[in-house]
């Protein structure tokens, strides 16, 4: 079930660390509490894992409705849009962290590294009983790490990061070996870097491509081979995930979503809505309230 709000809030990382490190571990039922807000549809412009120990915790994800039992890692891409309840017996962890905070080779992007993080996207992970075990220890670890603030805490926090990303990785099917970054995936970075940021003002590939000094071709020859989809493909699907989220998340008239989306006029908003989902706005709105 979708809440509509005014407006489409956003957390940032400096919502939650007060310590200014670049990343968070916490009790989950705490930082609930704490943090108004957080229950409620919102965009983190963060990475998050959500690990349920005890319970049941809801979470949505864009439109998608998750139940999380003990035992489950949910591993949330910046971006998304996230809301959270807990049941009354519900416990576990929330670890927040910028991009900047793992280190990674030149030029690689953290959903490249760990698949389980794609940007505006979300994936699951049931955990075994040793597995389950070893995440409390390091959870554990990781609070008392960020509570004392000590010499060479950062050093270690990223650390045991680290070793949990590297342990989901490895139970995740799309898990692959390290390799060398080659130059198309250079470009591949700084086309989808600049449709996240553009995507509502810069709508054809041939504006990306000159911007980027390639050819449309050849934008989409990268696009093909690495995502196996087309570079126009990966803009639209951008655009229709924000006018899902508008149309969900807020109480904006369509039109307002058009004009924000960039379009030039509400019929060929509705128009590319309606192709990209099937059903025009306002249909999907009501399926999804």
Known sequence: MC??????????LDD??????GMTVSPLGRT???LSGIEAAHRQLYYSIILCSKGTISISVDQLQIELQAGNALC????SVSSMSLSAQASGWLIQFSPDFILLPFFEKLDRAYSCFAQNSYCLHTLSKQEMVNWQFYCHQMQREYLDNGSMAVSVLRSYLNILLEM???????????RKVTEKDRKLNVFEQLVEEKFSSQKLPSQYAAEMFVSVNYLNRICQETKGQSSGEIIRKRISLEAERLLCHTGKTVSEIAHELGFESLSYFVTFFKKQKGLSPEQYRKQNT
Do not use: C, M
């Open 32 to 34: 609930v509490k704490q």
């Open 16 to 21: 939650f660390d007060t310590k200014n490190i």
């Open 168 to 178: 989901i990785n490895r139970n995740t099917d799309q898990a692959r070996s390290i």
């Open 3 to 12: 809440i509509k709000a005014a407006v489409l809030p956003a957390f940032t």
């Open 76 to 79: 949330i891409g910046s971006g």
